[in-house]
């Protein structure tokens, strides 16, 4: 199957930006997500992202989409303690509305 | 407010035992999934579900089956669980229009010993 990757930990201060990175496989996806999880809890989405925008800006949320190298980044502006969660990557493929996901970068903000 | 919810957070099962996990969703969506979820590797699809009745497998179907009798009921089933299977399962249903976002129950931690 498909692989969607990113790096498993990423430790910002409080008050930083973050930015979580992400590679996807699938180049005909409609849709790619950011999920977020936070400790004892199921995913959430966060932001998605239309497969012919370049960026999408939502408050603190900037989501950029890199189509030829198949790049996709999240960054938190003025990274806050209640940020502190697994954030998930994903794209929409194999028909029937499916999405794979990528392996979950855990960002810890340090007070 | 939309939700899913899961029959158990926490299941201690023994080898060999025969094990129903439960999903319910109350928003009348077509499709459901159900996912394990383990350290470093992320999220994985075991089976899901289009439609009342309708199963397709994932990328890790083996050890598992499913049923969907009802639109908003999923059960995964551990047919004779094993210790590699201890891991968090987490159900998730969708619409077939718009975004496709998934919206996810809390999830079932699942012990084998």
């Known amino acids: 199957g498909e692989d969607v990757e990113q790096s498993l930990f990423l430790s910002v201060r409080e008050g930083d930006s973050s930015v979580i990175n992400c590679t996807y496989t699938d180049s005909s996806s409609t849709y790619l997500y950011w999920y977020k999880q936070e400790p004892g809890a199921g995913l959430q989405l966060l932001t998605y992202?239309?497969?012919?925008?370049d960026m999408k800006q939502d408050q603190r949320l900037t989501v950029l989409l890199n189509k030829k190298d198949k790049h996709l980044s999240l960054r938190i502006a003025d990274t806050q303690t209640g940020d502190s969660a697994i954030y998930f990557c994903a794209e929409e493929s194999g028909g029937y509305q499916k999405v794979t996901f990528g392996t979950g970068t855990k960002l810890q903000v340090i007070p | 407010d939309v939700k899913v919810t899961q029959s158990s957070r926490y299941l201690v099962k023994r080898t060999g035992e025969k094990v129903f996990l439960e999903c319910v969703q109350d928003?009348?969506?077509?499709?459901m999934f159900w996912y394990r979820q383990d350290p470093g590797l992320g999220l994985r699809l075991i089976y899901f579900?289009?439609?009342?009745?309708?199963?397709e497998k994932g990328d890790i179907p083996e050890g598992y089956s499913v049923s969907r009798e009802k639109k908003e009921r999923f059960s995964l089933i551990l047919e004779s669980a094993s210790t590699n299977q201890t891991s968090m399962y987490l159900c998730?249903?969708?619409?077939?229009?718009?975004?496709?976002?998934?919206?996810f129950g809390p999830g079932t931690r699942l012990t084998v010993t």
């Open positions: 998730a249903s969708s619409p077939r229009t718009g975004t496709y976002e998934q919206y």
């Open positions: 992202i239309f497969s012919n925008m």
């Open positions: 579900s289009y439609d009342v009745k309708m199963k």
């Open positions: 928003m009348d969506h077509e499709n």
